[in-house]
C-alpha cells in the first residue's frame, strides 16, 4: 500500500483497515473483479458513516446511518457492484443512495452515475459528502426510485440497495440491451440477491444467493403499511 506524506497518522490508520477489509472481506470470499476491488481500497467508507461508527467503518457488518437506514456491508457493495459487470464507460442508476457509499463505488467504475433516495435528509447529506470528495459523476435525485428514473433512461447497469416485493417491471423497461439489473427480491425479513440481463429485449433473470435489506418503499415496492418494522 502506497502512503503519502501528507496522511495523518489517523487517516494511515483508516487505510490500513481498509486494505484488510477488502483482503479478509472481499477478496477472501470470492470477488475477483480487479476494479471493484481497487474502488473498494481507493473510496474512504469511514466519511460515508456517522461520527460515532468510525472505528467500526471498516467492519464487516451494516452499521446504521440516519432515518433509520442503513449502509451496506462491504462485501454486499462488492458483491452487487460485481454482478453488474461494468466496464467504465456505463451510465449507471442506483435506487437507495442511503449514505452515498455505494454511489461513490460506482463512481470509480461508470462514467456516469444516478441515485435516487426517497429520504430528503439522506439525499442532501450524500450530495454534500459526495461533493467533500470531488465525486463529480454522481447525480443525487430526491424521490420515489421504485419508478426507476425514467428521464435518464436507458441505464447499462440498475442496482437496487433495497428489498423489493417483486421485480418492477419499469425498472426492466429502463435497461438497455445487454444490461443488468441487481436487486433483492423477496419478503421483508430475507430476500434473494436477483440479476435480471435484458437480452434480446427479453428478462433473462438469475438468483446469486440470500440477503437481507431495509424496504424499498414506494409505488412499485412495499406500501408503508406493508413494510417491515
Ligand atoms: N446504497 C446505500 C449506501 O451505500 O449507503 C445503502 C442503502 S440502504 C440499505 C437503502 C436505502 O434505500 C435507504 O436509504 C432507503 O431510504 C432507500 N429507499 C427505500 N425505498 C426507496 C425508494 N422507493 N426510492 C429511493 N430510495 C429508497
Redesign the pocket.
Known sequence: MEVSNDESPEEIRLKELRSRMVKEQIKSRGIRDKRVLEAMLEIPRHR?VLPEFIDRAYDDT?LP?L?G????QPYM?AWMTELLDLHGDEKVL??????????AILSKLARSVYT????EA?SNLARRVLEELVIQNVEVVT????AGLPEHAPYDGIIV??GAPEVPPCLVEQLSEGARLVIPVGPSTIQMLTVVEKQKGKPIVSEEGSCV??????KY?WKERRQAS
Not at 69 to 72: D, N, R
Not at 94 to 103: L, V
Open positions: 460515508f451494516p446511518i432515518e437506514q442503513t449502509i451496506s457493495v442506483e435506487i437507495g443512495t442511503g449514505s452515498g457509499y455505494q454511489a435516487i433516495e426517497r429520504i439522506l424521490g420515489d426510485g421504485s440497495t433495497a435489506f431495509v424496504p424499498l418503499v414506494g415496492g
